[in-house]
């Protein structure tokens, strides 16, 4: 069974730095495309990042510069650095995987982690 | 880079009443590219219908997505209760995803 847990949310002031992580199990990160969307309070969707199984990255407008996606393939796990934060950033985090061949779509979701991001 | 536009806001229906949802794209989305998801409160989003018309493993075939270009459709031919929830369209484009701002679903 195809499983990601987020781990790693956290109040944060603003400038500060964190680093999220996705645990995978049921399949390898590598494989995959690995992405994170994030959930503002009340708020719609939005694509942050996503890492290929080839290696490639990408990132939203938003944050990029600022965050930086990378995986483990030994820990089979994703992360998501996230520098310089700002209170926009505040925001569920929610890791999601596709096989080879779907990239275009969000597949498989975890349960979410929080950041706030607040002086 | 394209923007999905997501109608009604609100979609108020008694149970056994067909829900027609739909998303207008500002700019031609290739049929392979979109996608729909159901987000019920405190849950994580789930994969309802990719490639604007096929069904995720095990979705009911009440489900249905349609549509092509510009404007697609995700329809609900008899509401359930269970059906209470936000609705978002999502497309891939020039190494970008985005989605629409959602439509609310509620069962009188």
């Known amino acids: 069974e195809v499983q990601v847990v987020e781990s790693g949310g956290d109040l944060m002031q603003p400038g500060g730095s964190l680093r999220l992580s996705c645990a995978a199990s049921g399949f390898t990160v590598s494989s995959n495309y690995m992405s994170w969307v994030r959930q503002a309070p009340g708020k719609g969707l939005e694509w942050v990042s996503l890492i290929s199984n080839g290696g490639s990255t990408y990132y939203a407008d938003s944050v990029k510069g600022r965050f930086t996606i990378s995986r483990d393939n030994s820990k089979n796990t994703l992360y998501l650095q996230m520098n310089s934060l700002r209170a926009e950033d505040t925001a569920v985090y929610y890791c999601?995987?596709?096989?080879?061949?779907?990239?275009?779509?969000?597949?498989?979701w975890g349960q979410g982690t929080l950041v706030t991001v607040s002086s | 880079e394209i923007v999905l536009t997501q109608s009604p806001g609100t979609l108020s229906l008694s149970p056994g009443e067909r829900a027609t949802l739909s998303c207008r794209a500002s700019q031609s989305v290739s049929s392979t590219y979109l996608a729909w998801y159901q987000q019920k409160p405190g849950q994580a989003p789930r994969l309802l219908i990719y490639?604007?018309?096929t069904r995720a493993t095990g979705l009911p075939d009440r489900f249905s997505g349609s549509g092509s270009g510009t404007d697609f459709t995700l329809t609900i031919s008899r509401l359930e209760p269970e059906d209470c929830a936000v609705y978002y369209c999502?497309?891939?484009?020039?190494?970008?995803?985005?989605f629409g701002q959602g439509t609310k679903v509620e069962i009188k």
């Open positions: 490639a604007a018309s």
């Open positions: 999601a995987t596709s096989p080879t061949g779907a990239k275009f779509y969000f597949a498989y």
């Open positions: 999502q497309q891939y484009g020039s190494s970008s995803w985005t």
